[in-house]
């Protein structure tokens, strides 16, 4: 069973900085899937980066060149520097990680950005 555990949400002004991590316990490699999900009220869930086997990185639009994922395989941590936030930023965010065709969530943690 794989946990995932997410820390480093809150409030924030926007044009600020957070940085979110995510630190998982039990058995996922290197090549899983790895990243994070936000909802917004009203909204659905949707991706907003993930680093996939070889280390590569995928960015939704809305974030590229303000957030940057990062991941330590032998820590099992992702943790998500978010940049220039703005108001449309305000969300739950979700560490998860793929483990072939499972899918593990974090319990979310709450980001506001105030404009």
């Known amino acids: 069973q794989v946990q995932l555990v997410e820390s480093g949400g809150g409030l924030v002004q926007a044009g600020g900085s957070l940085r979110l991590s995510c630190v998982a316990s039990?058995?996922?490699?290197?090549?899983?899937?790895m990243g994070w999900y936000r909802q917004a009220p009203g909204k659905q869930r949707e991706l907003v980066a993930v680093?996939?086997?070889?280390?590569?990185?995928n960015y939704a639009d809305s974030v590229k060149g303000r957030f940057t994922i990062s991941r330590d395989n032998p820590k099992k941590t992702v943790d998500l520097q978010m940049d220039s936030l703005k108001a449309e930023d305000t969300a739950v965010y979700y560490c998860y990680v793929r483990r072939s065709v499972i899918t593990y969530w974090g319990q979310g943690t709450q980001v506001t950005v105030s404009s």
């Open positions: 680093v996939s086997s070889g280390g590569i990185t």
């Open positions: 039990g058995l996922i490699f290197s090549f899983d899937p």
